[in-house]
């Protein structure tokens, strides 16, 4: 059974950082695309970054380009997102995913087939 676990989630001020970690057990972590999206109460899951299996393609949405950095480490079963520069709109319950691959619709939340619980973060102005 595929199990994704965030952790890293808190209150920060603007201008801060964060990073987020997601443990997966129950499957072949390497053999996964890994994403992490974003959601607010009454919007839609948005696509924040991606990772292919190997790690050596990334992708990432606009609005948190040259901020966060995404990166895996497949011997310890776990990506993690970097955040900094945090503004108050980065505000979401966070959630990392696992995909067979990274094809072309990586930013669609359709794509991904396991999620973790998510975790708050709360960015203060």
């Known amino acids: 059974q595929v199990q994704l676990v965030e952790s890293g989630g808190g209150l920060v001020q603007a201008g801060g950082s964060l990073r987020l970690s997601c443990a997966a057990s129950?499957?072949?972590?390497?053999?996964?695309?890994m994403g992490w999206f974003r959601q607010n109460p009454g919007k839609e899951r948005e696509f924040v970054a991606a990772?292919?299996?190997?790690?050596?393609?990334?992708r990432y949405a606009d609005s948190v380009k040259g901020r966060f950095t995404i990166s895996r480490d497949n011997a310890k079963n776990t990506v993690y997102l970097q955040m900094n520069s945090l503004k108050p709109e980065d505000t979401a319950v966070y959630y990392c995913?696992?995909?067979?691959?990274?094809?072309?619709?990586?930013?669609?939340?359709?794509?991904?087939?396991?999620w973790g619980q998510g975790t708050q973060v709360t960015v203060s102005s």
């Open positions: 995913s696992s995909a067979r691959a990274l094809g072309t619709w990586y930013h669609r939340h359709q794509s991904y087939d396991y």
């Open positions: 129950g499957v072949t972590f390497s053999s996964y695309a």
């Open positions: 990772i292919s299996r190997s790690g050596g393609i990334t």
